[in-house]
């Protein structure tokens, strides 16, 4: 077996290919890396990573010379996971000689993330029957203040890990209500039923199913970063702009402005920011902050959002709307 793998290594050298390379072996992490399914569309179901000193079963290389190794990861689904040849070592890379070793790879810049948050009086204009919008009073939270729609792990496509055919069904076809309770602390539930109005309708249930299966952390530390994120935001001066500029417009670059000031020079160049028609009017309805690396409180808000990749522009501009039916 042996030499069959090695005369199958020395053909490749001498005619490089693109074909998977059987391995045999153990691969050890030097680094936390990302563990994907898939290297050309980097998916990652759930949010797997190997870490520094983990050792696992060698299964083969992309191509040779190698940058991916697919490995073997007991914890995942599915368990056949590609790694960087930068993120460790292996026996079978020094024995197959120079031809294994990795082409220049980008590092690592750490998980990546969208907040999605909703300027709720617009949703509501739009939405005007869900549960959430009924009794829409001018001293409420949502009346000034950005709600969470949700936590999203990267890349797009990243969603329902280890979710049963059912729930994904009942997600899917917005029977979010028939979806099970979330366990959260008491304080947890009443402060995301504060954010998160939408809980009314179960959207607490359907984006801990869809998205935050793939956080990589239970129900609660999924919950517990997405509140933390959005103390940060609503006590910013992104969210004093919306308050003070209600039933006006603002623009993109007004909004891009305010990030920058809360949140360091470029912060806004991570903000897309979503629009609808209402009659003659184009409501901001929604915006989505891109965010790389560990959640660690309200405090990480302007290092995640500077470490981000800038955000595509889908709306320039927009009226801020105010709670009540027009």
Known sequence: MRARLLGLALALLAHPASAEVPLTGTFTAAQACPA?????????????????????????????????????VPSARPAQRWVAVACGTSPALAANG????????????????????????????LNSRVRECRDQRPDAFEATNFTLHGLWPQPRGNEYC????????????????????????MAQRRELDRVMPGSLSGLDRHEWVKHGSCYGGDQRQYYADSLALMRALNASEVTE?????????????????????????????????DCAADGNRTLITELRINLTGPITGPDAFAELIGAADPAAIDCRSGQVDAVGFR
């Open 36 to 72: 994907y399914q898939s290297i050309s569309r980097r998916t990652n179901p759930g949010n797997i990573s190997i870490g520094p000193g983990q050792t696992y079963d060698l299964l083969a290389a992309n191509r040779l010379p190698a940058t991916h190794l697919r490995i073997h």
């Open 98 to 125: 120079p031809q294994a070793e990795p082409a220049a790879m980008p590092a690592y810049r750490g998980t990546q993330y969208v907040l999605a948050v909703n300027w709720q009086p617009a949703f509501c204009e």
């Open 162 to 185: 280890n979710i049963s055919e059912r729930q994904r069904w009942a997600s899917r076809d917005g029977r979010w209500r028939d979806l099970p309770a979330l366990d959260l602390t």
């Open 241 to 273: 702009l919306f308050a003070a500029n209600i039933g006006k417009r603002l623009t993109l670059a007004e909004i891009r402005a305010a990030f920058d000031a809360a949140f360091g020079a470029g912060a806004g160049e991570r903000v897309a920011m």
